[in-house]
């Protein structure tokens, strides 16, 4: 069987073609997949070619990891069966072309231990379930009351302050682009030059920008950490003495395992985490490219989603 797919041939040349699957194993699944959101963090690094040396890295490949669809065909006894709707959080089924993330198509062969089902209900919000996981495990240990600050507001950032909010926390978040900073989020949300405070506990960076390590550093209580939950394409460095005088902490937030995934989707479930609001363009698989270019140019394009269900 082949599927169709995004596939990136070098930095920002994509094209939207036909690969043969690979064919399932033992305890694999095949997805059809219904939709898979586009990344502004990893996917733009992959697209425009900055992204650091990485397993896996090199082209031809196949982006995107946060993929929903539903199962067509299951293994005998796997904890998903044909019918369910899954979220995918990427595949490696497309033989010579490498699959980094490998979840941009309308068909994907994965493990059954890597399926996370998801309630059909969500639609095409379940593919911010790799976002949320992210965010949670860059949570850490908030604790009720705190009032930690978050440094950007795209969807990582807005989940991390859903987060942090459903731990009893008040989080405050640094936006310096005025379109991301309009609205009534139910916490404070201002450009840094508004913030007088500099007795941050806990200072959690979502922005990629390596260069703004020594104004996190002087924002911080002593004592504080400072974690660093985006994905960064230049060399991360910072003054030490004021890091020294504060006996400062640094932590780096990893990708999601699957104890995240399956707490965010309690708290989804639970009703504790909402997903509305973060999805901002749906555009149909076949007109990718333009998508690709309007999530990664487009300030106001908060999460782009490619609708694969007419595609077979």
Known sequence: MDALA????????????????T????GDAMVAVSWSGISTGTERLLWSGRMPSFPGMGY?????????????????????RAGDTVFVPGARCFGAVRGLFGGAASHLIAPTSRLVPVDVALGDKAVLIALAATAY???????????PLIVGHGVLGRLLARLTMAAGAEPTVWETDPIRAEGDFGYCVLAPDEDPRRDYATI????????????????????????????YEAP????FPPAFMREAR?????????????????????????????????????????????????PACLKMVLDWRACS
Not at 142 to 147: E, K, L, N, V, W
């Open 60 to 80: 031809p490949l196949v982006p995107g990891y946060e993929s929903v669809g539903t199962v067509i065909e299951a293994p005998k006894g796997a904890t998903v």
């Open 250 to 298: 640094l932590r780096i937030s990893a990708e999601f395992k699957p104890d995240d995934l399956a707490a965010v989707t309690a708290l989804i479930d639970g009703g504790r985490l909402s997903l509305d609001g973060l999805i901002t363009h749906r555009v149909p698989a076949p007109q990718a490219g333009e998508a690709y270019r309007t999530a990664f140019g487009d």
């Open 137 to 147: 495990r860059a949570l850490g240990g908030i604790r009720p009351g705190s009032t």
């Open 6 to 21: 995004v596939i990136l041939e070098r930095p920002e040349q994509l094209a939207l073609n036909r690969l043969p699957l």
């Open 23 to 26: 064919p399932a194993g033992e």
């Open 204 to 231: 959690t960076d979502v922005s990629g920008d390596a260069s703004g390590l020594d104004g996190l550093i002087g924002r911080i209580a002593p004592g504080g950490e400072i974690v660093l939950a985006g994905f």
């Open 236 to 239: 991360i460095s910072f003054a």
